[in-house]
């Protein structure tokens, strides 16, 4: 029982694309439960709390790694199959906030944090 739509390379490439797109979301995941976690136990406030959890998270899995991913999906998501282009929309755009989200914590912890 071998089918065809398991062979066309653009739905594929689609899979692919959704699979990098929302892989950051794990250490985001973990970086956010660290933070919360951390704010209770010890009480901290402020931003440095706050993006110290999503900068141990991001470096968990891997700077570089993190920006290949969701360049690599918004390239492999920009022709989606028929009748899937909401959720190649939807994954396009929650890349596009992990690369701000991404460059914004990088900002704060090697601009903003270590001059104040």
């Not at 699979?19 to 704010?39: D, E, K, Q, T, Y």
């Not at 690599?72 to 899937?84: D, E, F, W, Y």
Request: avoid cysteine; proline fraction near 4%; glycine fraction near 10%.
């Amino acid at each position: 029982m071998h089918s065809e739509a398991n062979d066309d390379p653009r739905k594929i490439r689609f899979i692919w694309g959704l699979v990098l797109a929302w892989a950051p979301a794990i250490p985001l995941g973990i970086g956010l439960s660290n933070v919360f976690r951390g704010l209770s136990e010890q009480k901290a406030t402020g931003l440095g709390a706050v993006a110290g959890g999503f900068i141990e998270a991001y470096f968990m899995f891997g700077l570089v790694a993190a920006f290949a991913f969701q360049v690599g999906g918004i390239v492999l998501l920009m022709k989606p199959p028929a009748g899937q282009r909401i959720l190649s929309f939807a994954s396009i755009a929650w890349s596009i906030f992990m690369l701000i989200l991404f460059a914004f914590f990088l900002w704060l912890n090697f601009v903003y944090l270590r001059h104040h």
